[in-house]
């Protein structure tokens, strides 16, 4: 190890983990529309196609997964950070329809007939198979019941139109990723 390191606390290690790219999580219940952005997302399988959640159980937002059962995951692209930005402000145990209030225009997948944001460059239609109590917040289990992508995915992301936004911190906020192509090394 160099000797420069400093000592980290341990309940804040998650933060050297950034920049992550944030998603959007959107779940509704009855006249509730929950929406929040959410970095701890995880492919756990590919086949079946699971993804995990480390969520707080605090957040409106758990709660009306809870009530749904299901979820959409979003995709967003750095025109899209003013509108992330003001959503990540709202708090959800006052606001009934956080997209709406930051300024989203809402979609209704096709096949679990679920929520997601108008705008997004890429959705996963989630049902929730497990939740598991890990720490201070929980792990749900989802499986990606279907997912849809812009014509930039082939495969892999070409990132010819997606600009994908990162999240730095709160002192950084979200940024553009914007890697041109002739940075590009592979
Ligand atoms: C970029 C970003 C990423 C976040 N990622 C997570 C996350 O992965 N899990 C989590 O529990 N909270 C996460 N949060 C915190 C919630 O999004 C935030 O507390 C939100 O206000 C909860 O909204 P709600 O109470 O309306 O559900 C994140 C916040 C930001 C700004």
Redesign the pocket.
């Known amino acids: 190890m160099k000797k420069s390191m400093k000592n980290i606390n341990p309940s804040i290690s998650y933060r050297l983990l950034y920049p ?1 790219v ?1 998603t959007l999580i959107v779940s509704s219940s009855k006249d509730t529309i ?8 995880i492919a756990l399988s590919n086949e079946p196609a699971l993804l995990g ?4 159980p ?7 997964i809870k009530r749904n059962g299901k979820l959409t995951i979003s995709l967003l692209d750095s025109k899209d950070i003013p509108r992330l930005f003001a959503l ?1 402000k ?4 006052r ?1 009934k329809d ?1 997209l709406r209030t930051s300024g989203f225009h809402k979609t209704i997948t096709p096949k679990l007939k679920l929520i997601a944001p108008a705008e997004a460059t890429a959705v996963f239609e989630c049902r929730v198979v497990n939740d598991f109590e890990t720490g201070d ?1 929980r792990l749900l289990i989802c499986n990606v019941v279907s997912v849809y992508a812009s014509d930039d995915f082939e495969d892999y992301w070409k990132y010819e139109q997606y600009n994908p936004i990162l ?1 730095g911190g ?1 002192s950084i906020g ?1 940024v553009p990723y914007n890697k041109s192509k002739k940075e590009r090394n592979m």
Request: aromatic fraction near 12%; proline fraction near 6%.
């Open positions: 992550s944030p929950s929406a929040m952005p959410a970095v701890s997302v959640i480390s969520i707080s605090e957040h409106s937002t758990y709660k009306t990540s709202e708090l959800g145990y606001t956080k917040h999240y709160s979200f």
